[in-house]
């Protein structure tokens, strides 16, 4: 597709179960970042990549939230012992070096 | 670290009637970018601002950087109901030592529009 696509589109999980968000980036889109959304706030900042080099994921919240991007195209986010504080959307978003940010259509997490 | 407020937090306006959303920034800022998110959709650019004092239109949208680089404004003429939205600002590196490529969003302005 053209634009950036994220899998499962809506993951319900038990607490304490892991989940993997993916992402397919626009082909050809070096940067990609991830975001955590909660219900009525601003999307927060997780992590970046730059091609497969995770240059920055001091917006991950815990050691249980784990992203990567091996080949420098689809990423995959990855949360361990999922909590209900980690509910929300899960957002991707895939740049051209230094331009418009695309996000996908996010990943709705939720953990009961 | 940095930390991006916008005002209002709602919005309810009369179709025709003029809106604006504020955003402020705590630190002095490399762009400031504005996106819309619609009820139940991801957030969608509309644009980027960089230089002191930018202003920039879309039609009717208006767009304001301020001079010190650390607020922003966001001003729509004669809403539509084709307006109806979440309106965020996000700021783009600056000074507080994070990445340019690293977005602060504000909690954005939630607007609904009255037919």
């Known amino acids: 597709g053209a634009g950036v696509s994220q899998s499962p589109r809506y993951k319900v999980a038990k607490r304490g179960q892991d989940v993997a968000l993916r992402c397919d980036p626009i082909?050809?889109?070096?940067?990609l970042f991830w975001y955590q959304q909660a219900l009525g706030q601003g999307p927060e900042f997780l992590t970046y990549?730059?091609?497969?080099?995770?240059?920055?994921k001091s917006g991950l919240p815990s050691d249980r939230f784990f992203a990567e991007r091996p080949e420098g195209s689809v990423s995959t986010l990855k949360i361990q012992r999922t909590q209900q504080e980690d509910s929300a959307v899960y957002l991707c978003?895939?740049?051209?070096?230094?331009?418009?940010?695309?996000f996908g259509e996010g990943s709705w997490l939720t953990v009961v | 670290g940095q930390q991006v407020m916008q005002i209002p937090q709602y919005q309810h306006v009369q179709e025709g009637e003029d809106f604006t959303t504020y955003c402020n920034s705590s630190t002095t800022l490399s762009n400031i970018q504005w996106y819309k998110q619609r009820p139940g959709g991801h957030p969608v650019f509309l644009i980027q601002?960089?230089?002191?004092?930018e202003v920039k239109k879309q039609k009717r949208l208006t767009f304001q950087f301020g001079e010190a680089k650390k607020n922003s404004s966001l001003h729509i003429t004669a809403t539509q109901t084709t307006d109806v939205g979440t309106y965020f600002c996000?700021?783009?590196?600056?000074?507080?030592?994070?990445?340019?490529?690293?977005?602060?969003f504000g909690k954005g302005t939630k607007l609904s529009v009255i037919p």
């Open positions: 990549f730059q091609n497969e080099a995770q240059l920055d």
């Open positions: 082909s050809g889109h070096v940067s």
């Open positions: 996000a700021g783009a590196g600056g000074y507080s030592g994070a990445g340019s490529y690293q977005l602060t």
């Open positions: 601002l960089v230089k002191s004092g």
């Open positions: 978003a895939s740049s051209p070096l230094g331009n418009t940010i695309y």
